[in-house]
């Protein structure tokens, strides 16, 4: 399963609940923070999936800046898969050649996006931020 939304719509909530009934959750946003051994500036993949998110006039995305990433997050949810895990990832994936890309990847995955009001994302969002402070 792959859990997508907007920042703060509760990916991580639900793979981290998913967890505590046996799945295994892949947090990509953890990884975009260096968990894992890609070695390409992945504060540039975090900075392209947001613009893509959050405009909807940004052009296709370089595959360079991208793909690595989301292969290697597939890379972590198969290897679990192929142990016999349930396996949750919980990452944004945007735009339709991203899904597209996740999809031949890994042939059964699900796609569950979250809907949140703009409200609630602003009062999670500054909710978050202050919890960093």
Same mark, same amino acid.
């Given at each position: 399963?792959?859990?997508? &939304? ?7 909530? @639900? &793979? ?17 923070? &260096? ?23 940004? &052009? ?6 991208? +793909? ?16 016999? +895990?349930?396996v949750v990832v919980s990452f944004p994936a945007p735009r339709l050649e ?11 995955? +699900? ?10 994302? @602003?009062?999670?969002?500054? +909710? ?6």
């Amino acid at each position: 399963m792959w859990v997508t &939304g907007y920042t703060c719509s509760g990916k991580t909530f @639900i &793979g981290d609940y998913l967890n505590t009934q046996g799945w295994c959750h892949v947090e990509g946003d953890a990884c975009a923070y &260096g968990i894992n051994e890609w070695e390409q500036d992945k504060w540039s993949t975090m900075q392209v999936v947001l613009q893509m998110w959050a405009d909807p006039t940004y &052009g296709k995305p370089s595959e360079r800046v991208w +793909k690595g990433y989301y292969a290697d997050l597939v890379r972590k949810a198969k290897a679990l898969a192929t142990r016999g +895990k349930n396996v949750v990832v919980s990452f944004p994936a945007p735009r339709l050649e991203v899904r597209n890309f996740i999809r031949l990847s890994l042939l059964r995955v +699900k796609f569950v996006h979250l809907e949140v009001t703009e409200d609630n994302l @602003i009062r999670r969002y500054i +909710k978050k931020i202050h919890a960093k402070c």
